[in-house]
């Protein structure tokens, strides 16, 4: 259970790492969405039949990469439009 948080805190940071702009995300926002991203990243290799979702692989690696990003792009866009002072 540590190696998966650990591993989704990695993947949230290359994911705002990757993301142009800046990232309006703590870090619990960051950890969130990594695990989020990892999750989904096993999903599709085991959809893809490389491994299992627990299982850390290199095309589940970079899906749950790709999908961190875009939950992050999407967390932003649903943060922005509260955000009633935005210009």
Do not use: H, Y
């Amino acid at each position: 259970m540590i190696g998966f948080i650990v591993a989704g805190l990695v993947i949230g940071a290359l994911a705002r790492l990757i993301k142009p702009g800046r990232q309006n995300l703590g870090l619990l926002a960051t950890l969130a969405l990594g695990l989020a991203g990892s999750v989904l990243g096993g999903i599709v290799a085991n959809l893809l039949g490389t491994g299992d979702i627990f299982e850390l692989n290199v095309l589940g690696f970079i899906v749950a990469v790709i999908a961190a990003v875009l939950l992050i792009g999407l967390a932003e866009s649903v943060a922005g439009r509260r955000s009633p002072d935005r210009r």
